[in-house]
């Protein structure tokens, strides 16, 4: 009888490290930039008397025999709760056959894969000595945002950008705590300049820092923007910036980053560099001199979540790990 595995977040964290889940993300990318994968755009659903949304993400692995959907339930009201902001699920099927074969976290995956993708953009992209970081959100998205820029670049200084004193001086002591990195909370915005790569990892509608702050040679990663009205760097940054993204298609329907200036002019679709996946393939060049300002947009892609899913389903059935239910 055909057989489901339901892995938990704890399966999963003991399955998988971060430097795996980079590595995974470069052979997501470059499958989903020369083809190899169907991602059709993520069906965005608004629900409006709750203030929130759900995002429903098909895909589609050739090269894995799999299908993968991920069901996203966004509530902003949630931290007020004290619930997570995501809520989601993963689902991995068969593609021959159509048999479901595992059923996980997708609110764990989905922060594993999103800093995972951080991680590879900064491995391409920053300088390789990269040592301080400049973090904007204090969120499970910030955890792993941090943790995959550590991983890829040899950083001793992070300074922390949050709305909250309360957990932003939270957030300094877990990471001083958990990576032994000099970490403090930002007393001017004027600090942002000291920074070799910037990760925002935000809900904001409005940029979180002033274009003048950006210095030359910062790698910048914006990954809290998924909506067309949601702008967290500035226009003039972005107009400056060689910008590269996860997919050229969603990113120009749903990255207020990109879709806010284009409207207004700044700049047009011909601004976006390259697909990151273009990058890793070889098509085109990554960072050309150090005083090159580089900004990878991503609003997550659903070849991120199936690269990772069919890994921890695999090694789930090979280690007998989670919960097998008979189908």
């Known amino acids: 009888m055909p057989t489901i595995r339901i892995l938990s977040r704890e399966d999963i964290a003991s399955a998988i490290t971060m430097r795996k889940a980079i590595d995974l993300m470069r052979d997501g990318f470059i499958a989903l930039s020369s083809g190899r994968a169907s991602v059709p755009v993520r069906m965005n659903m608004p629900l409006e008397e ?33 619930l997570p902001f995501i809520h989601a699920v993963v689902m991995v099927s068969d593609a021959q056959t159509g048999i479901p074969l595992a059923f996980m976290d997708g609110e764990f995956i989905t922060s594993l894969r999103t800093g995972a993708g951080t991680g590879l953009a900064t491995e391409v992209l920053s300088r390789p ?36 004193p309360e957990n932003t001086e939270a957030f300094v002591k877990r990471i001083e705590q958990q990576y032994g990195v000099k970490t403090a909370s930002a007393k001017a915005p004027e600090e942002l300049a000291e920074a070799d790569v910037v990760c925002t990892a935000t809900t904001s509608l409005t940029p979180v820092f002033a274009a003048e702050h950006i210095a030359p040679g910062t790698h910048i990663n914006g990954i809290g923007s998924y909506r067309p009205d949601m702008t967290e760097i500035p226009a003039q940054t972005v107009a400056n910036a060689k910008v590269v993204v996860d997919q050229r298609e969603a990113c120009l329907q749903e990255a207020g980053d990109l879709v806010v200036p284009i409207r207004r002019g700044n700049f047009d679709e011909s601004h976006i560099y390259a697909e990151l996946g273009d990058i890793l393939i070889g098509n085109v ?43």
């Open 285 to 327: 060049a990554s960072r050309t001199n150090d005083s090159e300002i580089t900004f990878f947009k991503s609003v997550g892609n659903a070849i991120q979540d199936l690269v990772v899913a069919s890994f921890l389903e695999e090694r789930a059935r090979q280690e007998d790990l989670g919960t097998e239910v008979v189908l």
């Open 50 to 82: 709750h203030g929130g949304r759900s995002l429903f993400m098909p895909v589609y692995s050739p090269d894995h025999g799999q299908i993968g959907l991920k069901v996203v339930n966004l509530s902003p009201d949630n931290p007020e709760r004290r």
């Open 129 to 164: 000595s990269s040592s301080v970081l400049a973090m904007f959100g204090t969120g499970i998205q910030a955890n792993t945002q941090l943790e995959a820029v550590c991983t890829v670049r040899p950083i001793k200084k992070v300074i922390v950008f949050g709305r909250s």
